[in-house]
């Protein structure tokens, strides 16, 4: 069952950076958790503690949270107030749905005079005669009760019949407590019986006293190597047949009637906890070992595996004479976690453990070949040269290995050609001259040469001689 220890009390306070000296708010609901222990030594400066829904039956080790404001505590197995006089600064205390019976517990609150709401519904003492105003009368600090206001009225009636309510409840312990006192030796009678009947028919029943004493119970060792060497369709029908059984016994648990009491809900607890774990160990046995990847196949031919399934690309390079991979790899995994290996017919890429292998269409060069990551991408690019020359369809398509001299020689011959053809005939020279068109141009420019004067007439009719206009020249 659950324990308060450090490590859950560490993983229950992540909100304080997982410092448990100094928290101040601690949840640790639906735990299993049978006993308070360690709380008031770790976490003296607790505020607020969540413990509801265990199966807690003692209120214990928190007398020194002195600065503890709201405990909750509902939903355990608690029978009884006590031990909460050291919490000085509580406030809220929620007891919601235990067994509390002594109902004349609660004077030990008197002490936390700042006590202001107190919850007991859900309680075999919520239903005594006179129970909230013996309750009111007891705690004159309480401001609310099961959720409900104290109005001043309500106090001054429960203080007036408080002797009367007082002697009722005391009344109503006695017969509580006499009935718990059979509850609980019926409880051990049927136990004992069930544990006897077990022990005669010598199986394991759902619901027997082994519950309460070795509940991790498994098989001998020597029935468990015997399973381990059993045939698989042999442990199949076992299998099936234990959960026949264990669905048999588990119908009969929960048709089998029994009284609301902290025993029967610690039996249902465990009996849960039992068939959980014949659960897992069930699981456990179906879950086969899977066999190793094979790569290579028995005649010695590489296999295309792409375990990780990543997205690839493939293309040959003709221009380089090589073979490109392109593979896509997760982008922010550490490069330490991949490993290349190039084959001269295949490729193999280790993603964190998983084989990513490729047969490759040409034979390449291992020493040769390289890889990198992207920058941007992530991906992984493997470059792998082929080996010898480019294979192509016909052999007279081999001489572009030695174009690279020859190429040039015959372009220079076909332009030597070219210009031989373009000459003009030797026998037709009647062209003009150009370099001498140019030369008179620049000896005769139109600028230079001077128009012919034109002068006029004395004859002319239209002639017109002014005196007094100076001649032009």
Not at 207 to 234: M, N
Not at 245 to 273: C, I, Q, V
């Amino acid at each position: 069952m659950g324990r308060i220890t450090e490590d859950l009390i560490r993983r229950n306070a992540e909100h304080n950076d997982c410092i448990i000296f100094s928290l101040e708010e601690l949840s640790l609901h639906q735990q299993e958790i049978e006993r308070l222990e360690h709380i008031d030594k770790w976490c003296r400066d607790l505020k607020i503690l969540y413990l509801q829904n265990n199966l807690i039956g003692k209120i214990e080790n928190v007398s020194k949270l002195k600065k503890l404001e709201y405990l909750n505590l509902a939903l355990n197995n608690i029978e009884k107030i006590e031990n909460l006089e050291g919490c000085e600064g509580l406030t809220k205390l929620d007891l919601t749905v235990n067994f509390i019976g002594e109902l004349s517990s609660v004077k030990t609150l008197q002490h936390n005079i700042h006590l202001k709401e107190l919850f007991l519904m859900g309680n075999p003492c919520a239903d005594f005669d006179g129970y909230r105003q013996f309750v009111v009368a007891t705690l004159q600090q309480l401001k609310w009760l099961d959720g409900r206001e104290i109005e001043r009225s309500e106090r001054i009636q429960a203080l007036q019949d408080f002797p009367v309510v007082e002697q009722q409840i005391r009344e109503q312990e006695k017969a509580y407590c006499l009935k718990r006192a059979k509850d609980k030796e019926e409880t051990q009678r049927k136990l004992q019986e069930e544990e006897n009947e077990g022990e005669k028919e010598g199986r394991h029943t759902g619901f027997d006293g082994r519950w309460y004493t070795d509940i991790g119970a498994t098989l001998p060792s020597s029935e468990e190597s015997k399973d381990d060497v059993q045939a698989p369709e042999i442990q199949e029908g076992e299998c099936k047949k234990k959960k026949l059984d264990n669905g048999e016994d588990d119908l009969e648990f929960w048709n089998k009637p029994s009284l609301y009491t902290p025993e029967s809900r610690l039996e249902t607890l465990r009996h849960m906890e039992k068939q959980r774990k014949d659960q897992e160990k069930l699981s456990e046995k179906k879950k086969k070992v899977k066999p190793p990847r094979v790569l290579i196949s028995e005649n010695g031919r590489a296999l295309n595996v792409n375990e990780p399934k990543l997205d690839f690309s493939l293309r040959d390079d003709e221009k380089r004479n090589q073979i490109v991979l392109d593979l896509a790899v997760y982008r922010y995994m550490d490069t330490s976690l991949i490993d290349v290996d190039v084959q001269p017919t295949y490729v193999r890429v280790m993603v964190k453990g998983k084989p990513f292998q490729l047969v490759l269409p040409a034979e390449v060069k291992p020493d040769s070949s390289s890889a990198r990551r992207a920058q941007t991408t992530g991906h992984l690019v493997v470059y792998m040269p082929k080996v010898g020359e480019v294979i192509t369809g016909c052999q007279g398509m081999s001489k572009p290995v030695k174009s690279t001299a020859d190429s040039s020689r015959e372009q220079t011959d076909k332009r030597s050609q070219q210009m031989e053809r373009l000459e003009v005939d030797p026998s037709k020279r009647a062209f003009p001259d150009v370099a001498n068109i140019v030369q008179e141009k620049r000896h005769t420019p139109r600028r230079v040469q001077a128009e012919p004067k034109i002068m006029p007439s004395e004859e002319d009719p239209d002639f017109e001689d002014n005196p007094e206009v100076p001649p032009l020249i």
